[in-house]
Nanobody, 119 residues
Framework: VQLQASGGGLVQAGGSLRLSCVAS?????MGWFRQAAGKEREFVAR????????DYAESVKDRFTISRDNAVNTVYLQMNYLKPEDTAVYYC????????????????WGRGTQVTVSS
């Protein structure tokens, strides 16, 4: 299983970015984590395979929207009203089951994509 994320970049505070992640092989419950410099990796959002379960971290709720297109095995993260504290490397994740929201519950990790929000 490979997860390929894209869409990161540099944006000013208040701006928007959309991340994409394509999964090769099977389609899973998919989501996003992020890791800022010097901090632990943290949960951002996830969506179950069928879309019936969606979870967000409190820090991004009402600003970020996760969605997916199973026809192309792709999950998206639309990030609006970005803040400097959203600056981090964002990782696409995949799991066969919906466990807790900890990084240890994730089965598959993609390579990260850098998101930098300037003030």
């Amino acid at each position: 299983v490979q997860l390929q994320a894209s869409g990161g970049g540099l944006v000013q505070a208040g701006g928007s970015l959309r991340l994409s992640c394509v999964a090769s092989g099977r389609t899973f419950n998919m989501g996003w984590f992020r890791q800022a410099a010097g901090k632990e990796r943290e949960f951002v959002a996830r969506m179950s395979w069928g879309g019936g379960t969606i979870d967000y971290a409190e820090s991004v709720k009402d600003r970020f929207t996760i969605s997916r297109d199973n026809a192309v095995n792709t999950v998206y993260l639309q990030m609006n009203y970005l803040k400097p504290e959203d600056t981090a490397v964002y990782y696409c994740t995949g799991s066969r089951t919906l466990g807790n929201l900890r990084a240890s519950a994730v089965e598959y990790w993609g390579r990260g994509t850098q998101v930098t929000v300037s003030s």
